[in-house]
């Protein structure tokens, strides 16, 4: 019921010019669906379930007549759009080429190193820059890293790359860390902070380069 209030709350507080609780249904659904034309599918199905919540409980325990949302959903749902995605060639090339890039100081290193994890681990954004030194162990029977990766909604799953494919690059950041004495509990940090930073890394310069630039989402996402 927080949820809901708190949802409801924000949009009166931005849109109280527009919104009105005892507007008409054709009202309703074109404040609503102007509201969510910037939004996800899966928000806009969060945002309906919430809704129903409340309704449901007027409903139930104020003894208010009110009606189901769930047949309005398909009005708000949007055309799905698929992902970019580089083609088996243009993923070879990339990987080739950021493994033979100069790397001259530390940020470099790192976006590197990251970038590699991402294609061969298909890691999340968020999830490679939540790493921490304690989620990474070197598993020399199989010669591979494995990573403890903590998903979507808290759940852990286990990712392993091989160590010859990024080995080398692991512990020159590593090693490059250490001599700057940086130390943080979190693999891409580059300073002594204990939180985990967000950044974007752009990999439209290198796909310009390998003629692979994409209409859209030409960031880390498109690795996965």
């Given at each position: 019921?927080?949820n ?166 692991m512990?020159?950041?590593i ?11 979190y ?7 204990a ?22 989402g ?7």
């Amino acid at each position: 019921l927080g949820n809901i209030l708190q949802m409801l709350e924000s949009l009166l507080t931005l849109h109280n010019d527009r919104f009105a609780p005892n507007m008409s249904e054709e009202e309703f659904l074109a404040y609503f669906h102007s509201l969510s034309q910037k939004l996800k599918n899966s928000t806009i199905s969060k945002y309906i379930i919430y809704l129903d919540m409340f309704l449901r409980y007027m409903g139930e325990n104020l003894n208010i007549k009110v009606c189901c949302l769930k047949s309005i959903r398909k009005k708000f749902a949007k055309e799905r759009i698929l992902p970019s995605f580089l083609n088996q060639s243009q993923f070879r090339e990339f990987i080739d080429f950021t493994k033979s890039m100069k790397a001259n100081n530390l940020a470099n290193k790192r976006d590197r190193l990251i970038m590699l994890i991402v294609s061969y681990t298909g890691m999340r954004t968020k999830e490679v820059w939540n790493l921490r030194y304690s989620d990474i162990a070197k598993d020399n029977f199989s010669g591979t890293y494995v990573f403890r990766i903590q998903g979507k909604g808290a759940k852990m799953r286990l990712a392993s790359v091989k160590i010859e494919l990024i080995g080398e690059f692991m512990q020159d950041f590593i090693k490059s860390k250490e001599k700057l004495g940086i130390k943080t509990p979190y693999l891409f940090n580059l300073n002594n902070s204990a939180i985990p930073i967000q950044k974007s890394i752009n990999l439209k310069p290198i796909l310009e380069r390998l003629n692979a630039v994409q209409e859209r989402g030409n960031y880390l996402h498109l690795l996965r």
